[in-house]
Nanobody
Framework: QVQLVESGGGLVQAGGSLRLSCAAS????????MGWFRQAPGKEREFVAG????????SYADSVKGRFTVSRDNAKNTFYVQMNSLKPEDTAVYYC?????????????????WGQGTQVTVSS
């Protein structure tokens, strides 16, 4: 399996931006479909966005569409999400995840590898 480490979380005011990174090590990163998920206190983990192994396909949750952009750099074994126009309801722990299937799945159970998470807090 691939090992994943997220970074870039923090505290930001509503309307601000953050970029999260997910560094991968272990098996060949480029074969994995990647996803970002988030989990707020008392809520289930939910899909945010994903990208195919080549980077040619992306998928977004309706709640972030038009505000978040995912990308990946296979040469650097890194996966990103650029988050703009942040809202207080975006506050959560954000996780990156990897799966070997070609489809961008929106269910957590489809992903075999997970990072430890990074906290994003958006103040109003």
């Amino acid at each position: 399996q691939v090992q994943l480490v997220e970074s870039g979380g923090g505290l930001v005011q509503a309307g601000g931006s953050l970029r999260l990174s997910c560094a991968a090590s272990g098996r060949t990163f480029s074969i994995y479909t990647m996803g970002w998920f988030r989990q707020a206190p008392g809520k289930e983990r939910e899909f945010v966005a994903g990208i195919s192994w080549r980077g040619s396909g992306t998928s977004y949750a309706d709640s972030v569409k038009g505000r978040f952009t995912v990308s990946r750099d296979n040469a650097k074994n890194t996966f990103y999400v650029q988050m703009n126009s942040l809202k207080p309801e975006d506050t959560a722990v954000y996780y990156c995840a990897a799966r070997t299937g070609t489809a961008i799945a929106s269910t957590p159970s489809a992903y075999a590898s997970w990072g430890q998470g990074t906290q994003v807090t958006v103040s109003s």
